[in-house]
């Protein structure tokens, strides 16, 4: 035995975990493949944010279960590490399973099984993430104490990846042709608080000293702790796309606090608009969260009024979900499900509008646009404004010889709810 293949679920930290999962498996002679029935171990890489990722990861699983033979199936990552034997007990199939950042435990496993033949260098690739870019997960875990939240207690608290292996990762990544390095961790701003006297800024700085042609860009900064000097570095570095995900969660200080979050509405508003007046051009997204227990339709329309005031570019709406092990499950005013669904599709309605107004206003316009995928004479590309797997794309055609990782200047045509349609220029 010694193939194996890894079915990753969840966010972008997860496929991080599973790339350097993967790495560390072929070091020790194994063998990775694409096809589930080439693989001789399963390894499925869990989520257990909300209900939704809970349902996904257990359907997954079952599913594995259905085809699985003789193989051995290893489940990790939240869900295991939440639920752990309660998971091997409803699903006896199950032949390992442990939390995250336990590696070592999985290859033990499988080394037990390991026949001796070993096979190096007929890896197959790991596609999971196209040619084109690659997350870096510069921290993992949580201290914050968000009362919505089961991350911290699942992925522990805070801890800063050291910038020496960080720089290494990247300077891998761009030797090899990756253009767009995309850092994540629970709060990016986070960043250097264990370390000493190094932080986001200077992190951003010696990154950007790679040379190389290639963008970087920022996911999940809490909004409190955007400063002027992490703003400044931002605006300086060419890299550094002006592209910036900052989870709100909601507008009104009430619920702000029931959440255990920090800031309030105003001070939201103001920050988006140095965000905006220091650097033209920026994408803001941020995500909410609608049905929080005791949120009122007063609240939830304050909401959407903050929502068409602001006129966030990109937005992402979860319903509350409900979580055992949190404080906010205890708390009363528990809304029901047909609320919260309403709420989502109210608000997802009105993104829809903005967002179509604010794709058409880039009609006729040219920017660099980043080729991810080749698909006959047609490509997918992306531009600055666009982060892979939860932004829109671009829709190139007449894309003959062109190469996915390539930089096009392209000029967009169509505008559509998500997606660009757009023509090569430099042909
Ligand atoms: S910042 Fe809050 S929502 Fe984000 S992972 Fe930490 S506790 Fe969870």
């Known amino acids: 035995m010694k193939n194996f293949t890894i079915i990753t679920l969840g966010c972008a930290k997860n496929t991080v975990d599973s790339r350097h999962l993967i790495d560390a498996l072929k070091n020790e002679g194994f063998k990775y493949v694409e096809e589930f029935k080439k693989a001789d171990f399963v390894l499925i890489n869990t989520c257990c944010f909300i209900e939704d990722a809970k349902e996904e990861s257990i359907e997954e699983i079952l599913t594995a279960v259905k085809f699985k033979n003789e193989r051995k199936l290893i489940v990790f990552g939240c869900l295991s590490k939440r639920y752990g034997d309660e998971l091997i007990?409803?699903?006896?199939?199950?032949?390992?399973?442990?939390g995250v950042d336990e590696k070592e435990k999985i290859i033990e496993y499988m080394k037990l099984y390991r026949v001796q033949e070993l096979s190096y260098g007929q890896n197959e690739p790991y596609t999971a993430e196209p040619p084109t870019y690659r997350y870096i997960k510069i921290a993992e875990g949580c201290s914050r104490r968000c009362t919505f939240c089961i991350i911290p207690s699942v992925r522990g608290p805070f801890r800063s990846i050291s910038p020496s292996e960080i720089l290494k990762e990247a300077e891998k990544f761009v030797s090899s042709g990756i253009k767009e390095l995309i850092?994540?961790?629970?709060?990016?701003?986070?960043?250097g608080k264990d370390l000493k006297g190094y932080n986001l800024k200077d992190l951003l700085k010696d990154l950007c000293?790679?040379?190389?042609?290639?963008?970087?860009?920022?996911?999940?900064?809490?909004?409190?702790?955007?400063d002027e000097a992490l703003i400044e570095v931002i605006a300086d570095e060419e890299k550094i796309v002006k592209y910036l995900d900052i989870p709100m969660q909601h507008s009104e200080d009430r619920i702000l606090r029931l959440m255990g979050r920090t800031g309030t509405k105003k001070e939201y508003l103001k920050k988006i608009k140095i965000l905006r007046e220091s650097l033209p051009g920026v994408i803001l997204r941020s995500t909410f969260i609608v049905g929080f227990p005791s949120e009122t339709e007063e609240d939830f329309q304050r909401l959407i009024d903050f929502i068409e005031e602001v006129q966030f570019d990109r937005l992402g709406v979860f319903k509350y979900s409900r979580e055992a092990g949190t404080k906010a499950y205890n708390l009363k005013m528990q809304i029901p499900e047909t609320v919260k669904n309403r709420r989502y599709d109210e608000i997802m309605s009105k993104q829809a509008l903005i967002s179509l107004e604010k794709n058409r206003t880039l009609v006729g316009k040219s920017y660099p646009c980043?080729?991810?995928?080749?698909?006959?004479?047609?490509?997918?590309?992306?531009?600055?404004?666009?982060?892979?797997?939860?932004?829109?794309?671009?829709?190139?055609?007449d894309t003959l010889n062109r190469k996915p990782g390539e930089r096009v200047e392209v000029l967009i045509s169509e505008a559509y709810e998500y997606d660009l349609k757009g023509v090569i220029l430099n042909k």
């Open 89 to 98: 007990r409803e699903i006896p199939e199950i032949d390992f399973s442990c």
């Open 183 to 191: 850092l994540v961790a629970q709060d990016i701003t986070q960043y």
């Open 209 to 226: 000293s790679i040379s190389g042609d290639f963008w970087i860009r920022l996911l999940y900064l809490y909004p409190s702790q955007i």
């Open 370 to 397: 980043l080729i991810d995928y080749i698909d006959g004479d047609m490509a997918i590309g992306r531009l600055y404004c666009h982060a892979p797997e939860i932004d829109g794309v671009v829709i190139l055609e």
